[in-house]
């Protein structure tokens, strides 16, 4: 997923991108997340994706059953899953989230809720999932994919991105 290797997880990623079976999805411990108060998550909504050995990366929720022929979110085109990554909807017992991924590969996932944040709903949150890693070239990934996913929202919605050099010498009107 992350652009700094050269073999990072494909389109399926069947290795450590949360495809494999994790004992923490029924139980969470009381301090790891929102069991009660989850903001709920819906296809096109942005979200902080985790998958196991990678730091938490910008993504956003495809619906599983968008017409084949593609679909357009406010004139944006949204990329249609491949029907190898819509087969492995099959190979989960609990619900499950589509994923599209902003990092150059554009790489599909299947994660259930708890390992999914809203992104561009608290700048706190975004702030510590953008510094969360140890290593330069992933929080350089990670800050990438971030302003991949905010530009994607603001063509979404015609709104200036707020990124450096966007709308830094343009005065209020």
Not at 104 to 126: H, I, M, Y
Request: aromatic content about 8%.
């Amino acid at each position: 997923m992350i652009d700094t290797e050269d073999e990072t997880a494909s389109e399926t990623d069947s290795e450590g991108c949360g495809t494999g079976s994790d004992s923490s999805v029924e139980g969470e411990s009381p301090g790891s997340g929102h069991a009660g108060d989850q903001i709920p998550l819906e296809p096109l909504d942005l979200v902080w994706a985790k998958c196991r050995g990678y730091p938490w990366y910008p993504a956003l929720i495809i619906n599983p059953k968008m017409p084949k022929t593609g679909y357009f979110h406010n004139g944006v085109p949204i990329p249609v899953p491949p029907d190898d990554v819509l087969a492995l909807a099959n190979n989960y017992p609990s619900p499950m989230y589509l994923v599209l991924f902003f990092d150059n590969k554009r790489t599909w996932q299947w994660l259930p809720r708890f390992k999914l944040e809203p992104l561009g709903v608290d700048s706190a949150l975004d702030k510590a999932k953008l510094v969360e890693s140890r290593k330069p070239s992933e929080r350089k990934a990670v800050k990438k994919a971030y302003e991949k996913a905010i530009l994607h929202r603001c063509r979404v919605t015609g709104e200036h991105t707020g990124l450096s050099g966007d709308s830094d010498n343009e005065e209020p009107s």
